[in-house]
């Protein structure tokens, strides 16, 4: 494994991080001096006019269509003038926006994989809509400075590209079935068949600041959906300063982390399983390759860090649903202590070990026609300001209430969150899968404490000062939180079969039970895949298909969950 002296979310048992452009528990911020809650995405009108521009590249077309054309690139803006030290002509744009620090502000320009940390989308955001309270707080005017805003469409799109890996050469398709048209549809243009996207690589912290580490990579095949399961060996022994190491010298104490990797993933998660270089020659992991590099394929030594040159040296791939059996029969258990997640938080830390084996666990789909290498890499950020130990409260107990909602139905659910007395809230996260839509919890007085529309990259909310529920009875401690989910209802009440849940769409390790028609009578009542005669427009037809399911509970993006995640800070014991 490489290390290098260089926003994941680290969970209790793991080191937790959901990648954007795939589907899962992160994403912005919201709240004080941060982004506001997220607008619903506009619809396609279907009945538009062909696009008037065709471009090679996501980007590029957000460059003419966006910057240009909306008088981001005049003389007297971010062109000659370079207004804020920004200069977005078409030669350089996206150079000065990919990780660049913006003036004035905690944000950088464009962050690939975030757009609610990106100062590019809040300004747009800002000229978009009327201020929220505790909405977006940065310095200077909205864009386009002086000019009116761009359209939903438009603010939408730059969303995507964002939340997509931000990609000066792709294609960025969209969460559904991998077209592009949904993206040049809101912007008024053609562009080619989705390309797998290749995200800027994540810059190491400084040697004082915190360490990098990088997955093994490993090559998804086309039009695929895979959960895979590998192990690696990593010590950072050497690389942590003395101060920040705990007292027995085994673990070091850190304050946040930060993940960023190829958006081809419904979830990333990287555990350290408790395990220690003697377990390393267990026959479970199977044979140690090198991942890649000039040795790519051949045998090595995993605590050599030398052994595959520049490469990665991993256990073997195992199909496996979060590690869940993977590795040898001992129980693994998580040595680390603490959750961070999110942006740095002063006086918050959590505890990792220098040393030992890690299971990288990818749950990753490529809706596209070519294969594409996956490399993901996470900072582990250093902190000294110990005073309030993190820890992550996952609520999964209602996880699938929504099992069963039947084909062309919106519906309602709710459910309620004890939080723990005497512990300090200070950050939120939520999670659906793709028919989750506005996600909203209240707290014990009704106030509404977080909202977020966007499943795909939910809203983080911030809380400072952290919420402090004390009171010794549960009641005055209760969250409640809702979610609306649609199983292809569209707004006017009519039936979608493009976003219902559908037999066809299922990826091959689940599977649902088809109970209404997707062609010929749309929405009519049918009795599985063998029917589609009973969805003929007319009898004998033949132009009837039997696929639309109730929404099913499992952990494709395929299926739905339904999940809140409480940041919690606690005095150390």
Known sequence: MRLRMGMNRVAGAVIFACLTGMVGACGGSNGTDAAPNEPEPPP????????????????????????ERRGCTSELCHGNAKAAGLDLRPEVAWENLIDVPSSGSRFRRVVPGSANFSSLYLKLLAASQDMLPGGVTLPGSPMPSGG???????????????????????VVGDNVDGSSSAIGDLLGACLPDATPISVAPLPPPAADLGVQLEMPPFVLQPETEVEVCFASWYDYTDLVPDEFKTPDGKSFYINYSDVRGDPHSHHFVLTHSGLGADTLDDPS????????????????EPTD????????????????????GFGPDQAAVDVATGSIGGPSREGYYAIRPLKGILYWNSHAFN?????????????????SDRRMLGRLGTDSSHIYIQAGQPPYTEKTYCAE????????????????????GRFWITDPTGARIYESFVYSDPVVQEYDPPLVYDSPDPAERTLTYCA??????????????????????????????PVACTAGKVGAPCAGAADDAACDSAPGEGDGVCDACPITAGVTTENEMFIIIPFYGEPPS
Request: include cysteine.
């Open 305 to 324: 860090p030398d052994s595959c040159g520049d490469g990665f040296c991993a256990s073997e791939i195992k199909n496996s649903v979060a590690c869940i």
């Open 417 to 436: 969150h004890v939080v723990p007395q005497g512990a300090e809230l200070y950050r939120m996260v939520s999670h659906t899968h793709k028919r989750g």
């Open 484 to 513: 609306v989910f649609n199983n292809g209802f569209n707004s006017d009440g009519s039936p979608n079969p493009r976003t219902v849940t559908r037999l066809s769409t299922m990826p091959a390790r689940t599977s649902c039970q």
């Open 367 to 383: 809706l596209t026609t070519q294969p594409h290498e996956i490399h993901t890499r996470m900072n582990l950020y250093f902190e």
């Open 285 to 300: 992991f199977g044979a140690w390759s090198c991942r890649d590099g000039p040795r790519r394929g051949e045998a090595c």
């Open 148 to 170: 009116p805003a761009i359209s939903a469409g438009e603010l939408e799109a730059v969303r995507k590209w964002i939340e997509v890996g931000a990609s000066r050469d792709g």
């Open 44 to 67: 396609v009108d279907p009945g538009q006019p062909a696009c008037a521009d065709s471009f090679d590249t996501t980007f590029e077309a957000i460059q003419t269509v966006v910057f």
